[in-house]
């Protein structure tokens, strides 16, 4: 999710109102049924263990959702096109600031003043001394160490959505900073399109060339006609059957943004106030017109913490079939924990039927569920893991620690791509770090017979099955909670924390510094956060602490890098279990790595086929502790070349499209200094392979695009620094073309 910051009439340091909402990383599963071998990749040592398959936790009208008495879906709410020029086009044009130096404060008298913070859901987590992270060879260079080259070697990317478009937005009618800035994209039918916190959206052409002002998801949704307000983790589809559509996502609270938004409500926490809104083109234009359906959080009054659940961290996929959609919920009153009163319920996944949002079908007809729209659910929570349960663990048994967590939908590209073995299957990777210590584990699911969906009433749903696989063996990761350099440079913000007399002296000496120290790039945990499926592959990749071993250093200098692992699913379709293509490290040499994200291209070599893919993230570092790189790099959008069994980035290479140009010098990188700080960043960048435009992979990710001001230039205001940043808030991002 995201922290929120509001500003005072005097800027006053000490009036930041944050909201910090973590990802909870520290869970994951097994089967209700027995374990059963399968045949191991003898020749990768990995060993393969079904995790059995078992019916979902409910199949039926997506009107009903649970056993009885329950609505998880509405709609749909029809909202207008956004095309420019039209009357429901709210947003600011791209790139300006129509509340430029404007205090906020005005505009919020309405909200208490001071601090204002959501407890974290995640469980406390047993004390333990950090693992040894994994090593790879850098001096001899081996696979998994990588030169950085300043050559973006024919990738090119333009400037995407940034502060200032957030905070200034129509719909953002509090001038609110937001952190971290959760980056969505998806293309398709020539177009290119990136989502962003607050919810923001901007169109492209497949030449990235920019067709749209900022656009609101507001009012994409129709959020502000019915009072309710959005709260990020914002993700983004095209699918390509039924004509083509577009589907959005996000959190939404039944909360005014006049009020302070899901500050008010959802996150209060306010009973019945959390949902997740999925926005559907009625054709095949990102503009819109929208057929608009909210799903209920709390849908089910029999499940634990109700009716205060949290839909965390939505991830979507499409299949042939079924709309994919993946939370972690957490119940956000203590008053009422979840499983086994760990506050977490554990993953929640949900197969819509796809056809019927593609459609526009009414959930009711005459106030009864409509037998021709399906839904099939699985409650993760309720599933075993290798090492216990939602209920107590098999270590410290301790109710929450090992949930299923953060197991992210397979997302195909198009028709070609998809599985439609075994009636329909649908895809998800989950990793296994349940305990912050590492693991060598991942595992994947399957949705099948997903066909049936479309069966009236749902009567041929019994034949909907969930299963999994455990891959163990693999490459060791280990993330939790690593936070990476950067490169130093101009802080104003962090001057304007020393200036309020935050900064702290370390000892010997006497004089507190003028600023507070620059701090570093959140990487978050160790768990998946998008999932590309193609070239009968799943691609994913997971954050990992890497230790760089050289010749001259008797220890191994430890970055932030990614292990990715290509799961082949032809197996899958053929005999019921998947294998492991390959597996790799990437990890800049002396430097870091944020939040990768995999893709690639499609069966022929006009798609972008034979294997070819790229994996994403952004880099940023401060040399190590040779000072290499001239420093480092400010945090940048970097890319490197990969195979389906090419062990690492081709010829140990990454790519450098588009460089930082400042540090990150958000709020958070303060807030709390010096008993604390977590610093955020985007909690996901995305890559999509774009169907016959020459074999184009598209990635996004965060970083910063325009170099920080000091002096008089400096204000704590919105569109500070000549209109390129806010007062609180620097971020950007990009949006980056490829063929790999």
Same mark, same amino acid.
């Given at each position: ?62 009107? *009903? ?16 096109? *956004? ?309 107590? $663990? ?51 699911? $399957? ?62 000496? *006497? ?205 704590? *205001? ?23």
């Amino acid at each position: 999710m995201f922290s929120r910051i509001r500003r005072n009439q005097n800027s006053n340091w000490l009036s930041i109102a944050v909201l910090t909402l973590t990802i909870a990383s520290s869970f994951a599963v097994v089967s209700k049924l027995a374990a059963a071998p399968l045949p191991p990749d003898a020749d990768k040592g990995i060993k393969s263990t079904s995790l059995g398959e078992f019916s979902p936790t409910f199949v039926g009208p997506a009107a *009903t959702g649970c056993a009885s008495g329950c609505t998880l879906l509405t709609g749909p709410f029809l909202s207008p096109s *956004t095309a420019p020029g039209s009357s429901n086009n709210s947003g600011n044009p791209a790139g300006t600031a129509a509340s430029a130096g404007v205090s906020p404060l005005a505009q919020s008298a309405i909200l208490p003043r001071g601090p204002k913070a959501l407890p974290s859901p995640v469980p406390p987590r047993p004390g333990a001394p950090d693992p040894t992270p994994p090593t790879v060879n850098c001096e001899p260079l081996g696979p998994g160490c990588d030169f950085i080259s300043s050559s973006p070697q024919g990738a090119f990317g333009v400037k995407g959505l940034n502060a200032v478009d957030s905070a200034t937005q129509s719909t953002n009618i509090l001038g609110q900073d937001i952190e971290p800035a959760d980056q969505g994209l998806c293309a398709g039918n020539g177009y290119v399109v990136e989502t962003n916190n607050l919810g923001e959206v901007l169109i492209f052409n497949k030449q990235l060339k920019r067709l749209s002002p900022v656009i609101a998801l507001d009012t994409i949704m129709g959020l502000t006609g019915i009072g309710w307000s959005s709260g990020g983790d914002i993700s983004c589809a095209y699918d390509y059957d039924n004509g083509g559509h577009w589907f959005f996502t996000e959190f939404v609270s039944a909360s005014t943004e006049a009020s302070g938004g899901p500050f008010s409500g959802c996150f209060a926490p306010t009973a019945n106030s959390c949902y997740e809104g999925i926005a559907v083109t009625v054709g095949s234009d990102p503009y819109g017109p929208y057929n608009v359906y909210f799903v209920s959080a709390d849908y089910n009054p029999a499940e634990p913490g109700y009716p205060y659940l949290l839909n965390d961290f939505t991830k979507i996929g499409v299949t042939r079939d079924a709309f994919l959609m993946f939370y972690d919920e957490f119940p956000l009153s203590g008053s009422a924990p979840g499983f086994g009163g760990g506050f977490f319920n554990g993953a929640q996944e949900f197969a819509f039927d796809k056809k019927a949002l593609e459609l526009g079908l009414p959930t009711q007809i005459n106030g009864l569920p409509n037998p021709l729209f399906n839904v099939a659910i699985e409650n993760m929570g309720l599933l075993a893991t290798p090492d216990g349960t939602c209920f107590s $663990d098999n270590t410290h048994h301790l109710p929450g620690f090992t949930c299923w967590y953060q197991d992210i939908p397979a997302m195909p590209p198009d028709p070609t791509q998809y599985d439609n073995s075994h009636g329909g299957s649908g895809f998800l990777l989950g990793s296994l770090d349940f305990y912050g210590l590492g693991d060598t584990r991942i595992a994947v699911f $399957d949705w099948t017979g997903l066909r049936n969906l479309n069966s009236p009433n749902c009567v041929g749903c019994g034949a909907i099955k969930f299963g999994g696989q455990l891959f163990s063996g693999v490459n060791y990761y280990y993330g939790e909670g690593f936070v990476a350099a950067q490169k130093q440079g101009l802080i104003p913000l962090g001057d304007e924390c020393g200036a309020a007399g935050l900064s702290v002296a370390v000892p010997p000496a *006497t004089t507190p510094p003028a600023s507070c120290p620059e701090g570093g790039i959140a990487t978050n945990g160790d768990g998946f956060t998008q999932v590309s499926q193609a070239q009968n592959q799943l691609w994913g990749a997971v954050s990992t602490a890497v230790g760089q071993s050289y010749w001259w250093s008797p220890t191994p200098e430890v970055h932030q890098g990614a292990a990715y692992w290509v799961i082949g699913t032809q197996t899958f379709d053929t005999f019921g279990f998947f294998t492991l293509t390959s597996q790799g490290y990437v990890s800049p040499k002396h430097e870091d790595l944020e939040f990768p994200a995999m893709a690639a291209g499609g069966y022929s070599e006009d798609d972008g086929g034979d294997g070819k893919a790229v994996i994403a993230f952004t880099l940023s570092g401060n040399g190590g502790p040779t000072g290499a790189d001239h420093g480092g790099f400010y945090p940048s959008t970097a890319y490197g070349r990969l195979t389906s069994d090419s062990n690492g980035v081709l010829n140990s290479e990454v790519n450098i499209v588009d460089l930082g140009e400042a540090p990150q010098d958000g709020f958070t990188e303060y807030q709390g200094y010096p008993s604390g700080t977590r610093p955020r960043w985007g909690d996901y960048n995305y890559a999509i392979f774009l169907p016959w435009s020459g074999g184009s992979i598209y990635f996004a990710t965060n970083y910063i695009q325009s170099p920080n001001c000091k002096g008089k230039a400096f204000t704590l *205001t919105l569109a500070t620094c000549h209109g390129t940043r806010d007062g609180y808030a620097n971020w950007g991002t990009s949006v980056n073309l490829v063929v790999p």
